[in-house]
């Protein structure tokens, strides 16, 4: 391979922002600082359907598993996010087996009116929706 071909191309994976106009030494247009952008974290289709369940109250993870439709990896690692959060608890029951059940805290319970406005401008604006 040519050199500058080589330089170019070295170039080009060293800069992970080179695709999303962002300059090297430039900060990306998220600097954690952000409450907007940080909260949109919390806007996948999984952790939308885990904080919509646990509205209801508290749930198994088996029983979270049916309800959202989610297998279990996907499940498991969302879970864990929205714990770390402060979005979701886990709590250990003594039972025969051991199981475990998840809620909401104070804050993803916050998220319901969030969420009932989603739904409002879903129904209103998204064709599968109406």
Known sequence: MAPRLRQNLRTETQNPFADAGVRAG???????KCPTVGSLALVTE?????????LGGPRGFNMLMRTTGINSKTLSSTL?????????????VATR?????????????ELRPVLEEFGRWGAKWLPESR
């Open 80 to 92: 864990k996010f929205l714990e770390q959060r402060g979005v979701v608890t886990r709590r250990i």
């Open 26 to 32: 430039q900060k990306p247009i998220d600097d954690g």
């Open 97 to 109: 087996p051991i199981s475990v059940q998840y809620s909401l805290t104070a804050a993803g319970k």
């Open 46 to 54: 999984a952790k939308l359907r885990v904080v919509r369940d646990l």
